[in-house]
Structures are given as C-alpha cells and as structure tokens.
C-alpha cells in the first residue's frame, strides 16, 4: 500500500487501525506491505504465514522494539513483552500458575462476583456494560489472581489508572519519534501517576504475602515463593509480571465480554437459542465448571464473538533474522502484523463473514480451518497464557448473566469502535437498560 510519499500511510492507520487492516486486506489480498513514516509495515492475514511466525519460526520473531518501548514504563520486562532467554524463565516460572485444576477452582469466584454485580442492579438503571464489565473482570483477577477482594476504591483506581495508561500509550506509539519518559510532558507526568496508584496497590500486597510468608494458593503467591537454580523473581520482575496480569487479565475480557453483549443485543434470536440450552442443562442453577462440556452452544457464542469483534485485534512481531516464509522475504527488524480482525473477515474461511453466526462453530468446520486461520489468544509457545483461564470466565459469566438480564442497547445504537491496546466501544460506552427476564429459568 503506497500511501502518501512523505507519511506512507500514518494517518490512515492512526484514523482507523482496524478499519486500515480489515480494508487493507481486502483490496490488497492476505500480505501487503504499507510504510507508516520511517515504520514499514507487513500485515498479514495468511493463515500458513501466521502459523510460521507463531510455531514453526516463533523464536525468530521478538515482540517489537516500538512496542516494548511503550509497554516499559508500565509492564517492565513482564511477560508480555519480555524474550529471548528471559521470557523463557519466566515462562517456565509462571506457566505452573495457570495450571488447569487451579483455574477450574476459580469459576466460583467468577459466578459469585457476577452475582454481586447483578445484585447491585435495579430494574431500569442505565448501565455503560463497559464499565460494569471492565470492574467485574478487575474484580475477578483481583481475587483469583492475588487473593484480594478488591473493593470499590482499589477497582476504580486501577481501572482509570489503566484506561489512563492505555490511552497514552497508544498515542504515544503513533508518535512516529516518541518523547523520552523522563521529558516532563503534562502526558508523562499523568502516565507516571497513573502508573504509581497501581503500583501502590501491588506493593501493599506483596508486603503482605512476604510478612505472612503464606502462599494463599492465588497466582500472586505462586510468584511471590516459586523459586528455581537462579533463585526467586526480583522483586522488580515480580511487580512487572503483577502489572502484566493485571492488565493482560481484565481488560482483554472485560471487552470482549462487551463485545459479545453488543453482537447479543443485535441478535435476540442467538440469545433465545442460548436460553433454551442454559435452561436446559442448568434448570435455573448457578453454573459450574462441569456444566461447561454440556454447553456447547454458548461457546460457539464466544468463538463467534472473538472472531468477529476481537478484544486483541492484532498483534505483532519483529524478525530476527532474514528469512523466506511462504515465499515473502521478511528481513531482519522488519515488523509483521498479525491481522486477527482481517483474518476472521477473511471469506475464503468465514462464509458470510460481517454475520454473527456462532453455529458455524461445529467441530467439523474447525477441523476445516486451516491453522493460522482463528487465532484470538495467537499461537505456538507465545500463546496467551490465560487462554483457558478467559475462556472460562467468559463462559461464566456470560451463563450467569443471560440466566437473569436481557441483553440490549438503545434502539438504533451503533458503538464506536476504539483500537486502543484492546479495541473497545470508546468514551460512548456500550449503553444498556437494566431488564431482568420476565420468565425465570425452568
Ligand atoms: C478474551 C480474553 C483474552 C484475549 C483475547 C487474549 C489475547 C492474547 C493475545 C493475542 C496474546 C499475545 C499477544 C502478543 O503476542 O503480543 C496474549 C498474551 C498473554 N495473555 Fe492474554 N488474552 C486474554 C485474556 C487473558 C487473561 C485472562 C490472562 C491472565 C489471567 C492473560 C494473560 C496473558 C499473558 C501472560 C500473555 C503473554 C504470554 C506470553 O507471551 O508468554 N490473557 N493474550
């Protein structure tokens, strides 16, 4: 993609990130170049290219400079941008945290705070469902993760210090030559103190996992006494990987929970089939884990929404070395971008792919696809590593929730569509009116 001579194509990719790659990919095919000022760009929406640079070359692709440049101030050297040697200690360190069984023990908790959520609601109350989604997955790794019960402060602090450091962030990264963080810009200074309000938090809380020396059986403790040849994680690694699942863990969901209530809003029909199989298979009980294999449907409904209205639209990597993938010569330092919005646009897979039709989820249609091809939390050994973790919540809470509300949004509503870190509906919200089901569940 040309663009224009001097910008490339800045500001068509700062005006609309996702809208840039949904219609980059659809005039230009499954791989196409584009320059971004002095950033030249490989997007890609093949699925053969992306499963090659998830598993087959995953370690010749590092997360890229750029990008671990914003991250630093706030995630460190945590998972998420961390590679190379490091990532893999960490790796290895945390990877025993996620361990199945241990996540499974946290759907209770993922139910009980979904309750307390819809116990706080009153028939007629006008909801931003972002923000009611965002503060129930804050409060949902908060407990799971580091055993607190976060409480009405702590959450709302977080939350605005996160949407704080999200949005400077991403504008700090369209900043083709980025202002240093030690310059005192009105912006740094208002990152900084986001930064430190979360930081105050984690702080306290480690405090109190080392005075106890009690591992509470949470992530965080998990952390905090996991030790291997080298030792236990510095006390800075250890804030960094906190930040790192404080924000990799809540926001991602929290909108693609939101995105799942908009799509359910918009198709009442989807929603009804999704009753009938809830009240089927619960009877009107609160959902629990084992329930989950019996409620297949409500997980075409997620897979549907991840791949139609992604949380994490793309993602990207930066080449180590010159290399020939499917034919396209990456370069070294070159920067890809996995297109995992365009990708679910894609109708060589996706029949009529602007639809939201979570029965095309079948087990024969995802033996269809080829790999590379539905790759919402990525893939290969930098797959997301709350994977099962999301999965679960999502199905949790969204049984909970379609038990007793009714999913909507005002008449004619049409959200914006934000590409920040996650894409999310933006300052508009995603706007709703409190109605719960007229006819309780069987
Ligand atoms: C719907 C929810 C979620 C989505 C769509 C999602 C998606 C992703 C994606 C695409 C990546 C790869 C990013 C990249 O390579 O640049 C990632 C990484 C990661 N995610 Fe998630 N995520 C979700 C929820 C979670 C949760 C709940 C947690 C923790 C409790 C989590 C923890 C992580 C971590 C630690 C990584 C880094 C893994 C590594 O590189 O070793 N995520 N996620």
């Given at each position: 993609m040309k663009g224009h001579w001097f910008w490339g194509c800045l500001f068509d990719l700062i005006r609309d990130r996702s809208g840039f790659l949904i219609e980059g990919h659809a005039q230009l095919g499954d791989v196409f170049f584009a320059r971004a000022l002095v950033r030249d760009l490989l997007c890609v929406r093949d699925p053969a290219v992306v499963n090659a640079i998830n598993v087959t070359y995953w370690a010749d692709f590092y997360k890229p400079d750029y990008i671990k440049a914003m991250w630093k101030p706030f995630l460190g050297n945590g998972l998420v941008p961390n590679d190379g040697e490091s990532w893999k200690r960490q790796h290895k360190l945390i990877m025993p945290g996620f361990h199945k069984k241990r996540v499974d023990a946290y759907a209770?908790?993922?139910?009980?705070?979904?309750?307390?959520?819809?116990?706080?609601?009153?028939?007629?109350?006008?909801?931003?469902?972002?923000?009611?989604?965002?503060a129930l997955a804050l409060e949902v790794v908060a407990c799971t993760l580091f055993d607190i019960d976060i409480?009405?402060?702590?959450?709302?602090?977080?939350?605005?210090?996160?949407?704080?450091?999200?949005?400077?962030?991403?504008?700090?990264?369209d900043k083709m030559i980025p202002r240093p963080d030690w310059w005192p810009t009105a912006e740094n200074r208002r990152k900084k103190?986001?930064?430190?309000?979360?930081?105050?938090?984690?702080?306290?809380?480690?405090e109190d996992r080392l005075t106890s020396q009690e591992d509470r059986g949470d992530l965080f403790s998990h952390m905090v006494f996991v030790e291997d040849e080298q030792g236990c994680m510095s006390d800075k690694q250890l804030r960094d990987e906190a930040m790192t699942l404080i924000f990799a863990g809540h926001e991602t969901t929290?909108?693609?929970?939101?995105?799942?209530?908009y799509l359910l809003a918009k198709n009442p029909n989807k929603v009804a089939k999704m009753r009938e199989e809830l009240d089927r298979v619960l009877g009107g009980c609160r959902p629990e884990v084992d329930d989950l294999p019996n409620l297949p449907y409500l997980e075409m409904v997620v897979k549907e929404s991840l791949r139609l209205l992604p949380s994490v639209w793309a993602y990207a990597r930066q080449a180590q070395r010159d290399l020939v993938i499917e034919g396209y010569e990456i370069k070294k330092g070159q920067t890809v971008t996995i297109s995992h919005i365009a990708m679910g646009r894609n109708p060589k897979y996706y029949d009529h792919p602007e639809e939201f039709r979570p029965e095309r989820w079948t087990r024969e249609f995802e033996r269809s696809l080829p790999r590379g091809a539905y790759t919402p939390f990525a893939g290969g050994p930098r797959v997301c590593l709350g994977k099962q973790f999301a999965m679960m919540e999502m199905r949790m809470i969204l049984a909970t929730l379609l038990q007793h509300v009714e999913p909507n949004v005002p008449e004619g509503f049409e959200p914006d569509f934000v590409t920040e870190l996650s894409m999310h509906p933006g300052k508009r919200g995603m706007p709703a009116t409190v109605r719960f089901r007229k006819t309780a569940p069987a």
């Open positions: 209770p908790t993922m139910v009980d705070f979904t309750e307390r959520m819809l116990d706080r609601w009153n028939e007629g109350d006008c909801k931003d469902m972002r923000v009611e989604l965002n409480g009405t402060e702590d959450s709302k602090t977080i939350r605005e210090a996160i949407g704080e450091v999200s949005e400077i962030l991403v504008a700090d990264a103190r986001a930064i430190t309000k979360i930081e105050e938090i984690i702080r306290r809380v480690h929290a909108h693609a929970l939101t995105w799942t209530w």
